[in-house]
């Protein structure tokens, strides 16, 4: 079955950097696109980035977060810079094996991972 692990989270100062892995078996990986989202707390799952044909980013982490993948080793990365506080959430890796459009969508990713929690201290 599909499995995404998560890590890289922790505590970083506002300015800081991190950089996100999202380890995933039991598909090929090079052939799905990858989703990165976050939530912070009381508030609504977000999108972050995707890579797909292409590599999408949402406004608020553009010229930030860089999102790459290591095809051979199966692993998504998400190198986050110039951290602010509203960082601050858990976040996500997910995949699908359908035909999606939309990488920014929820509803377009089937497999989540657990999810590593960020912390920003301004």
């Known amino acids: 079955q599909v499995r995404l692990v998560e890590s890289g989270g922790g505590l970083v100062q506002a300015g800081g950097s991190l950089r996100l892995s999202c380890a995933a078996s039991?598909?090929?990986?090079?052939?799905?696109?990858m989703g990165w989202f976050r939530q912070a707390p009381g508030k609504e799952r977000e999108f972050v980035g995707a890579s797909g044909r292409n590599t999408y980013y949402a406004d608020s982490v553009k010229g930030r977060f860089t999102i790459s993948r290591d095809n051979a080793g199966n692993t998504l990365y998400l190198q986050m810079t110039s951290l602010k506080p509203e960082d601050m959430a858990v976040y996500y890796c997910?995949?699908?094996?359908?035909?999606?459009?939309?990488?920014?969508?929820?509803?377009?990713?089937?497999?989540w991972g657990q999810g590593t929690q960020v912390t920003v201290s301004s």
């Open positions: 039991g598909l090929s990986f090079s052939n799905y696109p």
């Open positions: 997910a995949t699908t094996r359908r035909t999606v459009y939309n990488l920014a969508a929820i509803h377009s990713y089937d497999y």
